[in-house]
């Protein structure tokens, strides 16, 4: 037999193809230091349970020292023949230490040990993406306190309907992203569920202690069914459609940029180190940040959909299959991390141009709903109010004004209920002020909106 792990009851070698089909060393290498976490906790309660001796976790301890030191310095010897990251450690581990490197996956398997790897692995990507997070909304809440009184048209179906305040627009997107941070948080706990001690898939005949490596390894908790334990991947998907929805926000946000930067809108523009140039047109300057979050956010909502594929069909309890969870899962991380580290720069990096979203409410007849909500109050029915401010409306059209340009008496040939109060309300400021209830546009609810989630973040 050959040299591979598993090879004793094989009669002859898989041929090259189908090693490097099956094996995934060249992209599970990156959980090594998980890996070498958890076969040390492994090891530890193994000595501890007398399953192995102490000398013999002295020898794991001590080439899994240098075997992290090796991998550190790139000077690991990565092999193919050795499928994925976890035989790989086995294999050096045996060379340096001998039989206690043998003696290490005692009452274990890959199974669960690759489940763990991943476990460990996905909480150290989350908590980096919950510090991200919070880095862009520190960014994001200083823009929105600069602009709290900047009006700009605030739309609907893409129509101008009612001036809100930029810092109100800017907040919305502050919501998105703290539910995001809720729901990564909320992962965080069933991500943080120990399988070691599932074994294969039937645990162990070992007396095993798995409240010990739970507690070693910083688990809140052990996952209940071995089974179960060794097939799940719910944890790895929960974390891609938390993914999915945070991508899609700042989606929404990086096509909103994309707009207010084009010249025809030009509402604000974007610091050059986030936007690149045209190899043929001298005066480009292009937002290609946003356009490739935009962009990415499509591989992201991919690699959803492959992690969903990829377990519908699975019987219990461990298949190989699995083994495709890493490369969308890596990837769904990778790309949120450096996406999240990019837009908080970016946010820093937006210069508004408050004029020509000033210059933008002087067209659409961003105040015809308050001159509706006038006359209610003057004691018309909203209906009847809606119907004159229309036809007001449909004259100012027709002569190229806007209605703050009417006279008092042109405005009275609507409505006899209107009087000189009327001005004040169909100013910007005055449509912005009267919205003064908690989630309203007034700059002084966003404020408050500002500065409670300035408490919550700490
Ligand atoms: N490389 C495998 C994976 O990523 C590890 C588990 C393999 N277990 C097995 N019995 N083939 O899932």
Known sequence: SSDKAWSGRFSEP????VKRYTASVFFDQRMAMQDIRGSIAHAKMLARQSIISEQDFAD??????????EIERGEFPWNLDDEDVHLNIEKRLTALVGDAGKRMHTGRSRNDQVATDIRLWLRDAIDDILGLLRQFQINLLSLAETHADTPLPGFTHLQVAQPVTFGHHLMAY???TRRDAE???DVRKRVNRLPLGSAALAGTSFPIDREFVARELGFDEI???SLDAVSDRDFAIEFCAASSLLMMHLSRMSEELIMWMSPRIGFIDLADRFCTGSSIMPQKKNPDVPELVRGKTGRVNGSLIALLTLMKGQPLAYNKDNQEDKEPLFDTADTVIDTLRIYADMVTGIRVKPEAMRAALTQGFATA???ADYLVKKGLPFRDAHEAVALAVRA???SGRDLPDFSLDEL???SPLIGDDVFAVLTVEGSLAARKHPGGTAPEQVRQAIASARSRLG
């Open 14 to 17: 898989v041929s090259d193809l």
């Open 60 to 69: 794991i301890e001590r080439g899994m020292a240098q075997i992290r030191g």
């Open 174 to 176: 502050y919501e998105m």
């Open 183 to 185: 729901r990564f948080a």
């Open 223 to 225: 996952c209940a069914n």
């Open 369 to 371: 709903t308050d001159l």
């Open 396 to 398: 100012a059209e027709q």
């Open 412 to 414: 009275r040939a609507f």
